[in-house]
């Protein structure tokens, strides 16, 4: 699958720079999920056969994928929880937003939770780290005003968007190698359902990202220094949340 | 504006390779030796377990395992394996680490037996967590018991500090597949605390146990009984003290703001 015909376009705004590269997961995807629909014989059902043992590599690439992630929903659903509990107090009306948001978050976070737990990985450690860190980035931008909390979620989602495209480039090219060495054409089930859930939480993310520019995060001041500032410790945090 | 974007753009965009090894980049072959602390924690149900051993070398030492009762963790135990297995003498020098391999081997071989109790052993214990770690871990040590005679010279030869940092991973592994089994779900620093303070109690259980001469080895079991009671305690007054430090938290903030409502 070669990539030069895509260009990369230098846009005005952070989310259409993301969205160029939304479609490319998603349509390998579902050409996976359609695969399977037809090669799924219910008249015959067979215990489904186990693939070769994946490689040191993809199973490193595997257990970072999924602490880095959780590590990241652990942060998005603290922020939240941060912003949440100022604008409850200061500006009601903005709380059903946040509310909304969250909610998808707390999703989101028990699903890379169960996903920790069922395949054995180790969290990150330095969870309460990123407890802290969160609230009080939640806190803090809440108290700065509405603006500034949308733009502290327009980075953040912004960083979260572009690192689940990573992610989501590099397990359709996994997927891409099971098919080629497997017997009958398919990729594990498992992988396939990963890929889609980082997909969905992907789509929800820049969701996200879109509410928070609808409601006034360009007016941040100063916004620059706001967003630049947030979007770098998210950057190093990922760094880190995959390593330790 | 245009100058602005194109000034903090950021190239998130990985360069596209034909070859998936290329995306995680892999250390250089003379310095991965020093780094196989390193984990690959990811279980996989589609996937076929990821064997270390290949089948040859499986064969190899499981027979040298049986001759470890007469001879020790030496290299007479790895030689008569090898012959037992139908190879020449001289090929125990496919094992790199010597008879650190065949401690390894029988590390390797009893933790896995464990998952195949677990039926058992959640219909005999129930729910409860601590009697199944302990159902566990005695499974566990009984497997020690055939070869307890030998077993100081294995923890000599694992104390070696070529050999420490794969010892205690391979501690590490047996904590995690024990609290694996008992269905615990964690996702935060306890995680990490559980598996650490179950690492010490059986660790220490287990050098408690090549000094043990009593029949049946009942002193030992009592040890590990008493060292799980003080990490099972220990856990429940650290929670309490969490509940009490968040009540007192939470009242002196609902005190506060109840001087400041006032006039």
């Known amino acids: ?244 | 504006m245009y100058l602005t974007s194109a000034t903090i753009f950021v190239h998130n965009f990985k360069m596209p390779s034909t070859e998936f090894s290329v995306i995680v980049r892999r250390m250089p072959a003379h310095l991965s030796k020093f780094c196989r602390l390193r984990r690959r924690s990811y279980h996989s149900y589609d996937h076929l377990p990821y064997n270390p051993y290949t089948p040859s070398q499986e064969k190899m030492l499981s027979s040298a395992l049986k001759h470890v009762p007469e001879y020790g963790f030496v290299k007479q135990s790895l030689v008569q394996g090898c012959r037992d297995a139908g190879y020449l003498d001289t090929t125990h020098a496919v094992f790199q680490d010597g008879v650190f391999d065949l401690v390894k081997f029988h590390l390797y071989t009893e933790r896995n037996k464990l998952a195949a109790l677990k039926p058992q052993i959640d219909e005999e214990e129930g729910k409860s967590i601590g009697k199944r770690i302990r159902r566990y871990c005695t499974e566990r040590l009984k497997a020690n018991e055939p070869i307890i005679s030998k077993w100081t010279e294995a923890i000599a030869i694992m104390g070696l500090p070529q050999n420490i940092p794969q010892s205690l991973e391979e501690l590490a592994k047996l904590s995690d597949e024990i609290w694996f089994l008992v269905d615990e779900k964690t996702s935060d620093f306890d995680w990490y605390t559980k598996r650490a303070s179950l690492a010490a109690v059986y660790s220490s259980t287990e050098l408690y146990m090549t000094q043990d001469n009593s029949p049946r080895f009942e002193k030992t079991y009592q040890f590990l009984d008493r060292r799980l009671a003080v990490v099972q305690n220990a856990g429940s007054s650290i929670s309490n003290m969490a509940s009490w430090a968040s009540f007192t938290c939470f009242a002196s903030i609902n005190l506060l703001q109840s001087q400041f409502s006032r006039g």
């Open chain 1, 1 to 244: 699958m070669s990539y030069k015909h895509m260009s990369i376009p230098i846009l005005r705004s952070s989310r259409a720079r993301v969205r160029a590269f939304a479609p490319a997961g998603c349509a390998r995807l579902m050409e996976y999920n359609s695969t399977a629909a037809q090669s799924h014989d219910t008249a015959n059902a067979k215990l489904p056969e186990k693939f070769p043992p994946l490689t040191p590599e993809a199973r490193k690439f595997l257990s970072r994928l999924i602490r880095v992630d959780q590590a990241g929903e652990l942060g998005a659903d603290l922020i939240y929880a941060g912003q949440h509990f100022v604008f409850k107090r200061r500006m009601p009306s903005v709380a059903p937003l946040i509310q909304h948001m969250w909610d998808q978050e707390i999703r989101h976070h028990k699903a890379f939770d169960d996903l920790q737990n069922r395949h054995r990985v180790r969290p990150s450690l330095l969870s309460p780290v990123w407890k802290i860190a969160a609230y009080g980035l939640g806190v803090g931008t809440a108290l700065m005003g509405k603006e500034a909390a949308m733009a502290c979620t327009l980075a953040v989602e912004t960083v979260i968007g572009g690192h689940y495209n990573n992610q989501l480039r590099d397990l359709v090219r996994i997927l891409d190698e099971e098919v080629r060495t497997s017997t009958n054409g398919r990729a594990s089930d498992e992988l396939r359902a990963l890929a889609t859930t980082v997909s969905q939480f992907r789509d929800d993310e820049l969701e996200h990202l879109d509410t928070a520019v609808e409601n006034d995060a360009e007016k941040a001041r100063p916004y620059m220094l706001l967003t630049e500032t947030i979007k770098n410790g998210c950057r190093a945090a990922v760094w880190i949340a995959e390593r330790l």
